[in-house]
Structure formats: structure tokens, C-alpha cells
């Protein structure tokens, strides 16, 4: 079956410093896998995806993720924190032609000044 | 583009009435989702729609909830009777499935409340 772990329900970090929200899949074909961040009382916002090519995906904000398929992980980065980053971010997968999503928990970020 | 809309932004109702939310997908995408959000639950598909068609809902918590896609542009989420429980943010999302770029794009969200 497939799933998505976020195994951090929160993580902090200083202004300035690189950050990182995990993420690790389970899927039984090749994986399709988004970030989305949603801030207070909007809705979700759709920051990068990974299809196929290059492990490394760039995104919105100046954020990137990282594919590595030996350890099934698509970890969220960014090089330098703002406090604007705070918010709660999702990771997501699917598999081949299932066109359903399924989705990570949540991990809450936040930046302090 | 609009994005995703999606009335009322806010409803407060008391139990026993009938809820209705309403969504208008981006203009040109073939497939729609409804999504409840707590913060018991997480986000939750409740259904999905591709070309009008319901494809897959059972993650329709019970009959008590219902969805229509009547055409490419519109699409309700029905809850009669509502009760306390429903009391959810609610989104509606919309992607284009099948041509290479299957991102889903959210909608701001009706917060609920039944009292």
C-alpha cells in the first residue's frame, strides 16, 4: 500500500539557517512526490514536484527537494531560513496512473528571528 | 487566472440543516477533489472527479454527504443533515490529469462550523 511519513510534527530553526522537513514514501512503482505549505487559515500551496529526471528539484521561495530512491525519501530544504518560511508543510505521493494523492501528516516550521 | 474558488469562505449552521459548498476548478482542468482538513484527521480525500465523473468516493464519510459535478466549471459538496462532527475546513482542488502536469491546485477553503 502506499504511504507518506513526516516523521517530525514540528521542527525549529533559526533565521538564517538551512532547514529541512523530511519525507519518506512507500510506493510499489515509480513515485510521484509534491510539497505543498499552507499557512494559517489558507489553503494549500503547491511549492515542487518530482516526476522523473534530475534528484534535484527546485521550487517555489527557494526552496528544493532531494529524490533518492535507495532511501525512499523526498526531504524539503532550504539553504537560508526566513521567518517568513513559518507555516505547515506537506509531502504527498503517487504512484503511476493512480491519480489519487496521499498525503503526509504535516510538519509545522518555524522560523525564529 | 482566478484559481480556484470555492463559497462560502465561512458557514456556521446548526445541526440538522443542510450545508451546501460550492467550487468553480481552474478553467481547463479535467479533474476535481474534495478535501476535508481537522486537526484530528489531517486532510482527508472525501472524492474525486474526472471529466465530470465521479471516480472514486469512499472517502465520503457517510450518505450523509453528497457531490455533483453538473458540468466542467461547477461542483457542490452536500451535507444534509449536518452535524457537530462535520465541523471541518473543507477544500476543493483542481489539476489538469493526463496532460504531463498533474499538480493539484487548492482552493482557499470553507471553514464549517455546525453547532
Known amino acids: 500500500a502506499q504511504s507518506v511519513a513526516q516523521p517530525e510534527d514540528q521542527v525549529n530553526v533559526a533565521e538564517g539557517n538551512p532547514l529541512t522537513v523530511k519525507c519518506t514514501y512507500s510506493?510499489?512503482?515509480?513515485?510521484?512526490l509534491f510539497w505543498y505549505v499552507q499557512y494559517p487559515n489558507r489553503g494549500l500551496q503547491f511549492l515542487l514536484k518530482?516526476?522523473?529526471?534530475d534528484n534535484l528539484v527546485k521550487g517555489s521561495y527557494g526552496f528544493e527537494a532531494e529524490f533518492n530512491k535507495s532511501q525512499t525519501s523526498f526531504h524539503l530544504k532550504k539553504p537560508s531560513a526566513l521567518v517568513s518560511d513559518s507555516a505547515l508543510y506537506f509531502c504527498?505521493?503517487?504512484?503511476?496512473?493512480?491519480?489519487?494523492?496521499?498525503w503526509g501528516a504535516g510538519t509545522k516550521l518555524i522560523i525564529k528571528p | 487566472d482566478a484559481g480556484v474558488i470555492q463559497s462560502p469562505r465561512h458557514e456556521v449552521t446548526e445541526m440538522g440543516q443542510e450545508v451546501t459548498l460550492r467550487c468553480k476548478p481552474i478553467?481547463?482542468?479535467?479533474?476535481l477533489f474534495w478535501y476535508r482538513q481537522t486537526m484530528m484527521r489531517g486532510l482527508e480525500l472525501l472524492i474525486y472527479?474526472?471529466?465530470?465523473?465521479?471516480?472514486?468516493d469512499s472517502g465520503m464519510p457517510e450518505d450523509r454527504f453528497s457531490a455533483k459535478m453538473p458540468n466542467a466549471s461547477f461542483s457542490t459538496l452536500k451535507i444534509q443533515p449536518s452535524e457537530p462532527r462535520d465541523s471541518a475546513v473543507y477544500f476543493c482542488?483542481?489539476?489538469?490529469?493526463?496532460?504531463?502536469?498533474?499538480?493539484?491546485?487548492f482552493g482557499p477553503g470553507t471553514r464549517l462550523t455546525v453547532l
Open positions: 504527498a505521493v503517487r504512484e503511476g496512473s493512480n491519480y489519487q494523492l496521499i
Open positions: 482542488a483542481s489539476s489538469l490529469l493526463g496532460g504531463g502536469t498533474d499538480t493539484q491546485y
Open positions: 518530482y516526476i522523473t529526471g
Open positions: 510506493v510499489s512503482g515509480n513515485p510521484y
Open positions: 472527479f474526472n471529466n465530470n465523473v465521479p471516480i472514486d
Open positions: 478553467s481547463g482542468h479535467n479533474s
